[in-house]
């Protein structure tokens, strides 16, 4: 007999865990999938795409009707979830309850908003979803319109550059030094913002936003703390996001920062599983595909009884902003007890760092070409020696076939 499964977000992870659950068992559970969005899962990772008009929505859609309606999933869609009663074992949404054996989170996480003046006006949105990435598309269709997005992260510059190719004015402010900090280093950084406003983004480091100013409850301008004033029509806040934890610690879940779940993805319940960005695992949080994917991997086979683990592992970061090639992976901060090697082709719009520590390396940046990427992101994760191939390393794995005897060997096989 069946047993009730109940999934509250119908997002990447959970997603990818039932698509697991459903292939391995589909008849292990009868499923119910509630989603606050009116629409089920999606590859967020594509929003950018649909905001530059390189992809409609329906392209970017992961689980259609079709397919919930052919694995038995009961969709909620558009209906929040307003507790958990774990002492009852049901879900109670706004249009009633849901007996559960298990449950699922997988809520995300929420943007988070600068608690600026001016925050709570019209026109002021995050960039998260579909509705969001639908506003900044209509902003397109008016002639002059402005905008100001604040945040030169991942998800603010591809949000510049998708209203850039709608014809939108665009000004990304950032408070840092420069874009990006925890993916690039300075020089990586200065690259990209250099490539950026070559596409005709303004580009504004070291600015610190004051103030939203706005007329007749819509927002008009950015104003900054040295006094500026950036006219925009529309804000765009992209500077970071929180876990959703709010129905987990409601229910009396163990929540830190994330709900805090052990190897098997199990939280503090042994009927409540959570998955994705909500979570917190050994004190880490989740916002990258790769181990949300793991992790629905392991809540699919929990949820089987089948052994596995969760194990976090480092990853690489490789990253495309309008044309841009950028890889990140390790540590590339500065310190007394590593050396950098740096090769940097200004005419051909390169750049590489990598940084090496007790003859292993142990971070690497680049800009530009990044083709070699994963080979040094597997040396910096299997902490391989490199101290015999130190002198040609930066050149990437063409280059490594020479012994320490013929230092040359590698360019001579590949030019004669």
Same mark, same amino acid.
């Given at each position: 007999?069946?047993?009730?499964?109940?999934?509250?977000?119908?997002?990447?992870?959970?997603?990818?865990?039932?698509?697991?659950?459903?292939?391995?068992?589909?008849?292990?559970?009868?499923?119910?999938?509630?989603?606050?969005?009116?629409?089920?899962?999606?590859?967020?990772?594509?929003?950018?795409?649909?905001?530059?008009?390189?992809?409609?929505?329906?392209?970017?859609?992961?689980?259609?009707?079709?397919?919930?309606?052919?694995?038995?999933?009961?969709?909620?869609?558009?209906?929040?979830?307003l507790r958990i009663d774990r002492a009852r074992k049901v879900v109670i949404g706004e249009?009633?309850?849901?007996?559960?054996?298990?449950?699922?989170?997988?809520?995300?996480?929420?943007?988070?908003?600068?608690?600026?003046?001016?925050?709570?006006?019209?026109?002021?949105?995050?960039?998260?979803?579909?509705?969001?990435?639908?506003?900044?598309?209509?902003?397109?269709?008016?002639?002059?319109?402005?905008?100001?997005?604040?945040?030169?992260?991942?998800?603010?510059?591809?949000?510049?550059?998708?209203?850039?190719?709608?014809?939108?004015?665009?000004?990304?402010?950032?408070?840092?030094g420069h874009l990006m900090e925890r993916q690039l280093d300075p020089a990586a950084g200065?690259?990209?913002?250099?490539a950026l406003v070559d596409r005709g983004i303004k580009v504004m480091c070291s600015a610190?936003?004051?103030?939203?100013?706005?007329?007749?409850? !819509?927002?008009? *301008?950015?104003?900054?703390?040295?006094?500026?004033? %950036?006219?925009? &029509?529309? +804000?765009?806040? /992209? =500077?970071?996001?929180?876990?959703?934890?709010?129905?987990?610690?409601?229910?009396?879940?163990?929540?830190?920062?994330?709900?805090?779940?052990?190897?098997?993805?199990?939280?503090?319940?042994?009927?409540?599983?959570?998955?994705?960005?909500?979570?917190?695992?050994?004190?880490?949080?989740?916002?990258?595909?790769?181990?949300?994917?793991?992790?629905?991997?392991?809540?699919?086979?929990?949820?089987?009884?089948?052994?596995?683990?969760?194990?976090?592992?480092?990853?690489?970061?490789?990253?495309?902003?309008?044309?841009?090639?950028?890889?990140?992976?390790?540590?590339?901060?500065?310190?007394?007890?590593?050396?950098?090697?740096?090769? !940097?082709?200004? *005419?051909?719009?390169?750049?590489?760092?990598?940084? %090496?520590?007790? &003859?292993? +390396?142990?971070? /690497? =940046?680049?800009?530009?070409?990044?083709?070699?990427?994963?080979?040094?992101?597997?040396?910096?994760?299997?902490?391989?020696?490199?101290?015999?191939?130190?002198?040609?390393?930066?050149?990437?794995?063409?280059?490594?076939?020479?012994?320490?005897?013929?230092?040359?060997?590698?360019?001579?096989?590949?030019?004669?």
């Amino acid at each position: 007999m069946s047993r009730n499964l109940v999934v509250i977000g119908a997002g990447m992870a959970s997603g990818r865990a039932l698509e697991h659950l459903l292939q391995v068992n589909p008849g292990a559970y009868d499923v119910t999938l509630f989603n606050a969005e009116p629409r089920g899962n999606y590859n967020r990772l594509m929003l950018s795409p649909v905001l530059a008009g390189e992809k409609t929505y329906e392209q970017i859609v992961t689980h259609d009707a079709d397919w919930y309606a052919a694995h038995g999933v009961t969709c909620r869609f558009g209906e929040k979830v307003l507790r958990i009663d774990r002492a009852r074992k049901v879900v109670i949404g706004e249009n009633g309850e849901v007996p559960y054996d298990k449950l699922l989170l997988g809520m995300g996480s929420t943007p988070f908003m600068i608690p600026l003046p001016g925050r709570d006006l019209g026109g002021v949105i995050a960039y998260r979803d579909l509705e969001d990435t639908q506003r900044m598309i209509d902003l397109g269709l008016k002639p002059g319109a402005k905008a100001v997005v604040i945040g030169g992260g991942l998800l603010g510059l591809e949000a510049a550059a998708g209203m850039k190719a709608r014809g939108v004015d665009v000004t990304v402010v950032h408070i840092m030094g420069h874009l990006m900090e925890r993916q690039l280093d300075p020089a990586a950084g200065f690259l990209l913002r250099k490539a950026l406003v070559d596409r005709g983004i303004k580009v504004m480091c070291s600015a610190n936003s004051q103030e939203i100013v706005g007329e007749n409850g !819509h927002v008009t *301008a950015l104003r900054l703390a040295d006094g500026t004033e %950036l006219p925009c &029509d529309l +804000l765009v806040m /992209a =500077v970071g996001i929180r876990p959703a934890t709010k129905l987990g610690a409601e229910a009396g879940l163990t929540v830190n920062r994330g709900i805090v779940v052990d190897d098997h993805m199990v939280t503090s319940d042994p009927d409540i599983l959570a998955v994705g960005e909500c979570v917190e695992h050994d004190g880490a949080l989740f916002g990258l595909v790769a181990p949300l994917y793991d992790q629905a991997n392991v809540v699919a086979q929990t949820l089987l009884g089948q052994e596995a683990r969760f194990v976090n592992k480092e990853v690489s970061t490789k990253l495309k902003v309008t044309g841009c090639d950028l890889f990140s992976a390790g540590d590339f901060a500065d310190g007394e007890d590593r050396e950098d090697i740096v090769l !940097h082709d200004a *005419a051909a719009g390169s750049y590489k760092r990598l940084i %090496l520590k007790d &003859d292993r +390396l142990i971070g /690497a =940046v680049m800009y530009g070409d990044t083709a070699d990427g994963g080979w040094f992101y597997n040396l910096i994760r299997d902490g391989a020696d490199v101290s015999a191939m130190r002198d040609m390393l930066i050149f990437g794995p063409g280059y490594q076939a020479s012994t320490p005897a013929e230092p040359y060997g590698g360019l001579c096989s590949l030019t004669g």
